[in-house]
C-alpha cells in the first residue's frame, strides 16, 4: 500500500513562492499534485512520469513546476507567482490506475496523502 505524507504548504503574500514536497514509501511511476479550495472540486494542478514527463493545468503553467527525485519516491511542487486564487489545501496522489480518465482525475489515483493548506492573501 503506497503511503504519501506532504509537506511545505503555508501562508504568503500574492507574488511569492512556496515549494511543496511528498514523500512515497515505495517507487510509483507517476505522481499527481491536486488541489480543493473550499466548495470546490479537487482539481489536478501537475502531474509527473517515469520518465519524467509533465503535464499541467492551465491555471498553474508557466508558475508552477513537478519535479521528482531519481528514486521515484518524492516529488517537488514549486509554486511561483502565487495568486489568491491558488489558496486550496494541496494533495499528493499515486498508484494510478489509469481508468482512461486523464491525469487530473481523481478517480486515476488510489493513493492520497493527508494535505498540505496554502494561503495566498493579496
Known amino acids: 500500500q503506497v503511503q504519501l505524507v506532504e509537506s511545505g504548504g503555508g501562508s504568503v503574500q500574492a507574488g511569492g513562492s512556496l515549494r511543496l514536497t511528498c514523500v512515497a514509501n515505495?517507487?510509483?511511476?507517476?505522481m499527481a499534485w491536486f488541489r480543493q479550495a473550499p466548495g470546490k472540486r479537487r482539481e489536478g494542478v501537475a502531474y509527473?512520469?517515469?520518465?519524467?514527463?509533465?503535464a499541467y493545468s492551465n491555471s498553474v503553467k508557466c508558475r508552477f513546476n513537478i519535479s521528482r527525485d531519481s528514486a521515484k519516491t518524492t516529488v517537488y511542487l514549486q509554486m511561483n507567482m502565487l495568486k489568491p486564487e491558488d489558496t486550496a489545501t494541496y494533495y499528493c496522489?499515486?498508484?494510478?490506475?489509469?481508468?482512461?480518465?486523464?491525469?487530473?482525475?481523481?478517480?486515476?489515483?488510489?493513493?492520497w496523502g493527508q494535505g498540505t493548506p496554502v494561503t495566498v492573501s493579496s
Open positions: 496522489a499515486a498508484d494510478r490506475r489509469s481508468r482512461g480518465l486523464g491525469w487530473d482525475n481523481e478517480l486515476e489515483y488510489v493513493a
Open positions: 515505495k517507487y510509483n511511476a507517476i
Open positions: 509527473i512520469n517515469e520518465r519524467y514527463s509533465t
